[in-house]
C-alpha cells in the first residue's frame, strides 16, 4: 500500500513556519519551528491531519536539526493519542517508525531541546503515514461515511 501525506494541519501556537511544505510530497521543501526552545522543555505541537482515517501501523519523516534536539510524535490512533517516537530526528534522511496497527486520523509532532538555550533551526522536509492494506470484508463507519471492503 502506498505512503500518504497529511491533508492539513493545524498550530494552535502559531509558532511553525511554512507547515504545507511539510505534507507537499517534495523532499526540498520545508517547514521549521521557529520559536526559540529553552534548554530541557519542549516545542509547542504541529497537528498533521488526513482528510480521513486510515488503517496504518507506521510513519516516516525527514527532518534536519541543527543542534542536539529530540523529536516528539504522537499519533491519534484509535481515538487515543499514542506515543510512537521520541529521540534522534535524523539529519535529512528518511526516519521510519513502526507502531502496533490501528485506525489513525492525525499525527501531532514537537521537539524537545536537549542542550543548548540558544536558537538552533529544525527543519520537517516531509512526514507521511503507511496505509496498511484493507483486507476484503473490513467495514468502517464513522456516522457520516460507511465503508466495505470486498
Known amino acids: 500500500m502506498p505512503w500518504v501525506s497529511p491533508s492539513s494541519h493545524v498550530d494552535e501556537a502559531g509558532l511553525w513556519w511554512e507547515e504545507p511544505n ?21 516545542g509547542s505541537f504541529l497537528r498533521l491531519l488526513l482528510t480521513a482515517g486510515i488503517q496504518c501501523n507506521k510513519l516516516r519523516f525527514m527532518v534536519y536539526a541543527t543542534n542536539k534536539a529530540s523529536i516528539d510524535i504522537d499519533v491519534l490512533k484509535d481515538g487515543v493519542w499514542t506515543d510512537v517516537y521520541y529521540g534522534d530526528p535524523g539529519t535529512g534522511d528518511w526516519v521510519e517508525v513502526e507502531f502496533p496497527e490501528g485506525e489513525v486520523t492525525e499525527a501531532r509532532i514537537r521537539f524537545h531541546e536537549d542542550s543548548d538555550p540558544v536558537h538552533h533551526d529544525r527543519y520537517v522536509y516531509e512526514f507521511q503515514f503507511w496505509q496498511v492494506e484493507v483486507p476484503v470484508g473490513y467495514q468502517y463507519s464513522d456516522g457520516l461515511v460507511s465503508v466495505q471492503v470486498g
Open 22 to 42: 511539510i505534507y507537499d510530497k517534495d523532499i526540498n521543501t520545508r517547514g521549521r519551528d521557529s520559536e526559540g526552545i529553552y534548554v530541557c522543555n519542549y
